[in-house]
């Protein structure tokens, strides 16, 4: 093991030329990231993790192996993950009304004006036309919030700018008395609403807080110690700031985590958000992503059923809206994955039994071609570097 701020020895580095060095270390050098963490992992082991640049560029602090990182919404499968363990348990099933547990989702409506009719929604905008609502064709299922075609907006008018300062309840409530933007099952439309209340039902199905469900289920489980909606005092020492293009000068200039409220280890004022309040390491990643491609277990541990897996992980949406989404995993030809608001990517092609993982913390476009090039050519070496062992 390494410890803070050291950078792990990686057997395939003495071996084999650094092709992915090799490839970030410019990136860094012109300044299209300040600094980031890659990990390669196969089934069993992780063949590959180094940092590259700083985690903090002001300070020219370099940037650690264990850096701490917002992951954003790739906290969604894990909360996909944490319902369908209670799938799995009988205690909750996929094509129930969500109404079934959360009563104030009866009745609902949906918003028929400039978006189209609620049964085509993306008819031309027609400005004149007075916001209607009618009733839903069906209540919104379990399987529609995790794939986002329920007609969930992607955040409620009500909750305030940031999107930890309500209570889970109070925060699902607010997504209730709001109209849904389309007949549920009819289009797709990415929702944070969607995961948050797949949460909620986590909480009144299990009987006890989201969060707690996640750390006894899922995080302790996986020994998962660096993932958490607060991190410690020594977690904040080792988060890596976030950057953003800035378009006059075409630098990188420092900004917050305008999605959040600070202090970050604030359990007082601060509530989990769901859908992507999570943060942890590269290596704590890798370990969830272990466990789901051994099939839902790790060194001996089932935590979901191979039925759930499949579930999650194949395409649920339908093709609605161009895209390709499981239940809280976007899936594709290759594999599936989920990427998050500052850029930070973890995805799992199971064909070649292989695990990549980007932490970066990078808000907004990249700005560069270079920059916008960086997930499939990370593909391709992760891919080289596993074939090669």
């Not at 209730?176 to 933007?181: D, F, M, Q, R, V």
């Not at 993982?357 to 916008?372: A, H, K, L, R």
């Amino acid at each position: 093991m390494f410890t803070h701020g050291q950078e792990p020895a990686t057997p395939m580095a003495v071996v084999h030329p650094d092709a992915i060095q090799s490839y970030l270390q410019p990136l860094v050098n012109d300044h299209t990231l300040a600094g980031a963490v890659t990990l390669v992992a196969t089934r069993d082991r992780t063949v590959y993790l180094r940092p590259i640049g700083f985690r903090d560029f002001s300070a020219k602090t370099p940037m650690p192996a264990d850096a701490l990182f917002w992951i954003a919404s790739t906290s969604k499968p894990m909360t996909a993950t944490a319902l369908m363990i209670l799938v799995d348990e009988g205690k909750v099933s996929l094509d129930d009304p969500v109404e079934k547990y959360l009563p104030e989702f009866k009745g609902q409506k949906v918003r028929q004006s400039h978006a189209g009719s609620a049964n085509a929604p993306h008819e031309p905008v027609d400005s004149a036309k007075p916001i209607q609502l009618v009733a839903a064709n069906h209540p919104i299922r379990v399987r529609e919030i995790l794939s986002h075609t329920s007609g969930l907006p992607f955040r409620s008018a009500a909750q305030p700018g940031a999107l930890d300062l309500l209570p889970l309840k109070d925060a699902v409530r607010t997504f209730a008395a709001e109209p849904l933007n389309f007949q549920p099952g009819t289009d797709y439309a990415y929702s944070n609403e969607g995961l948050n209340t797949a949460a909620r039902i986590i909480e009144v199905v299990s009987g006890m807080p989201y969060e707690q469900f996640m750390q006894e289920r899922l995080f302790n489980p996986l020994n998962m110690k660096e993932t958490t909606f607060w991190p410690t005092g020594e977690q904040l020492h080792r988060l890596a700031k976030t950057y953003k293009l800035d378009e006059l000068t075409k630098d990188m200039v420092e900004v917050p985590i305008n999605q959040l409220t600070y202090p970050l280890d604030d359990k007082l004022r601060r509530y989990p958000m769901p859908a992507g309040g999570l943060f942890s390491t590269a290596e704590d990643v890798s370990k969830f992503c272990r466990m789901i491609l051994n099939g839902g277990t790790l060194n001996g541990k089932r935590l979901i059923s191979a039925k759930s897996l499949a579930e999650m992980t194949s395409r649920q949406n339908g093709g609605l809206g161009g895209k390709s989404y499981g239940l809280g995993w976007s899936v594709s030809n290759d594999g599936f994955g989920h990427g998050g608001a500052f850029k930070n990517e973890m995805n799992i092609d199971p064909a070649h039994g292989l695990i990549w993982i980007f932490m970066v913390q990078q808000d907004g476009p990249w700005g560069t071609s270079e920059g916008d090039a960086i997930s499939p050519t990370l593909e391709r070496f992760a891919r080289a570097l596993v074939v090669s062992q």
